[in-house]
T-cell receptor, first 117, second 114 residues
Framework: AQKITQTQPGMFVQEKEAVTLDCTYDTSDPSYGLFWYKQPSSGEMIFLIYQGSYDQQNATEGRYSLNFQKARKSANLVISASQLGDSAMYFCAMREGPTGTASKLTFGTGTRLQVTL | DSGVTQTPKHLITATGQRVTLRCSPRSGDLSVYWYQQSLDQGLQFLIQYYNGEERAKGNILERFSAQQFPDLHSELNLSSLELGDSALYFC?????????????FGPGTRLLVL
């Protein structure tokens, strides 16, 4: 089974609107971390936001917020007030194991977001 | 700028050849990870080093090897290259614990095997 599932291969959003990118995950580990990365056409991977499995509140970083629903095993990324520069590929990733054990990330297949005028 | 550097940015080589990709982690980060991004396989974890020692291995082929040096920079060696090895190779680094576990990625090395 896929550990990280991103069901939206592509999304369109109008400038200044909000958009939600979906991510569901599968793990039996009680301790894990969830990450979102942005990959623009230039290719680099840019860290956006992190949510720990024991965090009580949803993570926020500027215009990015993570809608964490533990029981549903979902970690959706919400981008508010979209900008043209948000057009990129977005990857959801998971680290399994307790905080303090730096370990590999498992990535989803990504969602390509296109922001239009 | 993530603080992780990778060289070279682009590499074009022929089948059967050997190449070395280099990575310098962010200052203070002890963990280095290598990932491969290809069209058919997506982003795949290859190997992790922590303070010079191999910590975890993923889908790394036997033709590939890596090491982390005392100054914490890392090299990924790819040998007997095949067309299917063409991909974007990322290095990432992280510290340990809390927010320091976030992996910051280098700009990648784009490898083309002809």
């Amino acid at each position: 089974a896929q550990k990280i599932t991103q069901t939206q291969p592509g999304m369109f959003v109008q400038e200044k609107e909000a958009v939600t990118l979906d991510c569901t995950y599968d793990t039996s580990d009680p301790s894990y971390g969830l990450f979102w990365y942005k990959q623009p056409s230039s290719g680099e991977m840019i860290f956006l936001i992190y949510q720990g499995s024991y965090d009580q509140q949803n993570a926020t970083e500027g215009r990015y917020s993570l809608n964490f629903q533990k029981a549903r095993k979902s970690a959706n990324l919400v981008i508010s007030a979209s900008q043209l520069g948000d057009s990129a590929m977005y990857f959801c990733a998971m680290r399994e194991g307790p905080t303090g054990t730096a370990s590999k990330l498992t990535f989803g297949t990504g969602t390509r977001l296109q922001v239009t005028l | 700028d993530s603080g992780v550097t990778q060289t070279p940015k682009h590499l074009i080589t022929a089948t059967g050849q050997r190449v070395t990709l280099r990575c310098s982690p962010r200052s203070g980060d002890l963990s280095v990870y290598w990932y491969q991004q290809s069209l058919d396989q997506g982003l795949q974890f290859l190997i992790q080093y922590y303070n010079g020692e191999e910590r975890a291995k993923g889908n790394i082929l036997e033709r590939f090897s890596a090491q982390q040096f005392p100054d914490l920079h890392s090299e990924l060696n790819l040998s007997s290259l095949e067309l299917g090895d063409s991909a974007l190779y990322f290095c990432a680094s992280s510290g340990d614990g809390g927010d320091q576990e976030t992996q910051y990625f280098g700009p990648g090395t784009r490898l083309l095997v002809l």
